[in-house]
């Protein structure tokens, strides 16, 4: 027979599958799952991470207006006004402080205080926090509102006010 022949003869021998088509798809779906996996995950430790900065701020601001709440309570004015602002300190004097503190004896006199309502924000660049706190006393109640600001690291209370 020749070799003409051959060719166009019946090979019989089974026809051997390509598993190139397989791996290049398997490929292709495990290294977009991994990329999948890679932008969660970094989205997940940036969200956490934010999380956690925004409640330590949250934590040092808010201890910051108890400091200040608690030094009022306590009779130790000089300290409180310590803890204002330099904005603060420009337009009130710590006579004019002690005087409004003087206005509202719950001040000094409450037997307990409640955080209410807080928001953090950013204004014209400068990070501020604003709590209210509702004072109680055995015969009165009051509710005042702290804005705080961040002045070199630390928060300062900005504005002190009792509707």
């Known amino acids: ?3 003409e022949d051959q060719i166009d003869e019946y090979d019989r021998r ?6 190139k088509t397989l791996w290049i798809v ?3 779906v495990g290294a977009l799952l991994l990329t999948l996996i890679l932008v969660c995950g970094g989205v997940a430790f940036f969200g956490f991470r934010a999380a956690k900065d925004m409640f330590n701020q ?7 207006a108890e400091s200040f709440l608690n030094q009022i309570q306590a009779g130790h004015l000089p300290a409180a006004y310590r803890v204002t602002s330099q904005t603060y300190q420009a337009s009130h004097t710590q006579q004019q402080f002690e005087k409004f503190v003087a206005q509202f004896p719950i001040l000094t006199e409450h037997t307990n205080r409640t955080a209410g309502s807080f928001n953090m924000m950013k204004m014209n660049g400068i990070d501020q926090f604003r709590i209210q706190y509702t004072l109680t006393a055995p ?10 600001v961040e002045e070199n690291g630390a928060w ?6 009792v509707p």
């Open 26 to 28: 398997l490929g292709v």
């Open 1 to 3: 027979m020749a070799y």
């Open 14 to 19: 089974p026809v051997r599958s390509s598993n």
């Open 139 to 148: 015969n009165n109640g009051l509710t005042c509102t702290l804005t705080l």
């Open 156 to 161: 300062m209370v900005d504005s002190f006010t």
């Open 58 to 64: 949250i934590s040092s601001a808010t201890g910051t």
